[in-house]
C-alpha cells in the first residue's frame, strides 16, 4: 500500500488508529447494554459509530504499519551497508585465499 506524502506523521497515524479502536470498543460496549435494554434505534446507532470507527482504525492502522516500516528501512540502511561492505571484504580475502582441495583450511 502506498501512502501519499499529504497523510499525518506516523505518530499522528498511531494517535488516530488507537483512538478509533477505543472508540469502537465503547461503541460496542454501548450497542450492547442498550440491546439489552430494548433501545434497538440508540443500539443500532452505536453499532452503525462501531463500524464506522473500525473501518477508521483499519485504515490507519495500514498507515501507520507503512510509514513505521518506510522509518525502519531508512533507518537501518546505513548499518546495512556498513555491514554489506564488511561481508564483502570477507568474502573478497576469502576467495583470494583458495584453498587447494585435500588441504585442512584451518591449518593451511
Do not use: K
Not at 25 to 39: E, H, R, W
Not at 43 to 63: C, K, M, N, Q
Not at 74 to 88: G, K, M, V, Y
Not at 96 to 108: L, N, R, Y
Amino acid at each position: 500500500m502506498s501512502v501519499p506524502d499529504h497523510l499525518p506523521s506516523e505518530g499522528t497515524a498511531r494517535f488516530i488508529f488507537q483512538a478509533a479502536v477505543g472508540i469502537a470498543s465503547f461503541c460496542i460496549v454501548s450497542s450492547l447494554a442498550l440491546g439489552l435494554q430494548t433501545a434497538t434505534l440508540g443500539a443500532a446507532i452505536f453499532l452503525a459509530l462501531a463500524v464506522i470507527s473500525l473501518g477508521v482504525a483499519i485504515r490507519y492502522g495500514r498507515i501507520y504499519a507503512e510509514l513505521r516500516r518506510r522509518r525502519w528501512s531508512r533507518e537501518l540502511a546505513r548499518p546495512n551497508a556498513a555491514l554489506e561492505q564488511l561481508f564483502d571484504h570477507a568474502r573478497a580475502a576469502q576467495t583470494a585465499e583458495q584453498v587447494q582441495p585435500g588441504e585442512d583450511a584451518d591449518h593451511a
